[in-house]
């Protein structure tokens, strides 16, 4: 039973990693201009599709606090990152933090959080037929 929750914490570690160090790949990538900030691609790339890859990163490192993950839990994790990323829009709107307020990142953290859900929806089904 460890290995296979070991396992299991293993690949959503991995998964989280690998969009942790997508997402601050296209941000640095666009930020330095090294590509051209000028289209609305290179815009909603570098300030939408980071944010998302940061939101699926959080999501995946939140859901191995625990060792029965149901769907109660998930959703209480896809609730908690959401607020968490709410908060932090705020944040920006009152000058608390750095940054520039956005409907859209919070539409984005929305859809991040979907993808993740469904991600590890499939994943919990994949691990259920193992069984």
Do not use: H, P
């Not at 919990?124 to 037929?129: G, K, L, P």
Request: charged share 15%.
């Amino acid at each position: 039973m460890n290995v296979q929750i070991s396992s299991s914490i293993f690949k959503r570690v991995v998964l989280a990693i690998i969009a942790f160090v997508i997402g601050v790949a296209i941000y640095w990538l666009f930020d330095n201009d090294f590509l051209s900030k000028s289209n609305l691609v290179c815009t909603i790339t570098r300030n939408y599709l980071s944010d998302g890859l940061w939101v699926i990163s959080f999501f995946f490192i939140a859901i191995n606090f625990s060792k029965n993950i149901t769907k109660r839990y998930i959703l209480l994790t896809s609730i908690f990152v959401l607020c968490i990323g709410v908060i932090f829009e705020i944040m920006q709107l009152t000058n608390i933090a750095n940054g520039t307020f956005d409907f859209l990142d919070i539409l984005v953290y929305f859809i991040a959080i979907l993808i993740a859900c469904l991600v590890e929806k499939k994943y919990m089904e994949v691990e259920n037929e193992k069984i």
